[in-house]
């Protein structure tokens, strides 16, 4: 039932190959002409340099004159012009390796044109033999339907695990900016007691403010967090322990601000924003790596569905 469509797949397949070696063949040789270019530079300049050298001595000027004086002219001139037909070779010798390289490039390119329309056609085949298959109740179909469904899972369950990420690096950028603010107030106060003055006091207050504004938002994104987590945990097999970030800020509104100018109590929320940012950098660790384990789990998938169509 398959043995045409099959013999087709595996010709065009061999054919793509065929046309990314090219293209990666060219991409070698056009890095190779990106270089010889820039030596042509290099050596048109020396060979420029080479050349005023020749006509400085040529012409009547004081080092020309001085020189035939002593009877070195004619050895200096000689040397000059070796040098300059020296120059003139290696740039003559760049001009044609240039040459050699851009009619590679053209070959390839007029051989790229045949293989125009390769890579629609065998996605065009490809998509009947999967029409085909699905319809088709034997085992190499159910594989297809199996391997095509957890696919398709496999898709949502990084999406999720990408989503709860993201939202935890804004979590730690917040944090960390949080944390900023309340290691300069604590400097402050600590100044403060040892008798700072009107000045400590007040950029104290300042910094407790900005770590107020900074709190509002770090609570916002935790339990933007909380939820990502959640998803993670009902839609795929990752389970995170998302339970406690909510007393984040519960701890921080409750006391700190109605007692803030005691030093203490700087202390104590620094070391709850310190806790926070440990234990969403050690989740953050887990979700990535199940990030790179779902994404090998579904290249696996992608290639065994490759297997089956190709076969």
Known sequence: MYTEINKEIYELTERIRAKEKLVSHKDILLDELKRKRSKRDYLYNQLMKEKQDVEKLERLSFSAIFLSMIGKKEDRLDKEKEEFLAAELRYEESLES???LQKKIKEIDSELISFTGVKDRYTTLIKEKEILLLKDNSPEGR????????????????????EAIYSGERAITS?????????SARGWGTWDILGGGLISDMAKHSAIDRANNSAHEVQYLLKSFEKELSDVNNFTDIKVNVSGFTT????FFDGFFVDWFVQSKIKDSLRNVESTLSRIKRIL??????????????????????DILQG
């Open 98 to 100: 240039i040459k050699e």
């Open 143 to 162: 594989r297809l339907r199996e391997s095509l469904d957890r696919i398709n899972e496999l898709k949502l369950d990084i999406k999720e695990v990408h």
């Open 175 to 183: 944090l960390e900016e949080m944390k900023n603010h309340l290691e």
């Open 248 to 251: 984040f800020a519960d701890f």
């Open 285 to 306: 660790i887990d979700l990535r790596s199940n990030h790179d384990l779902l994404n090998n789990q579904l290249k696996e998938r992608e290639e065994e569905v490759r």
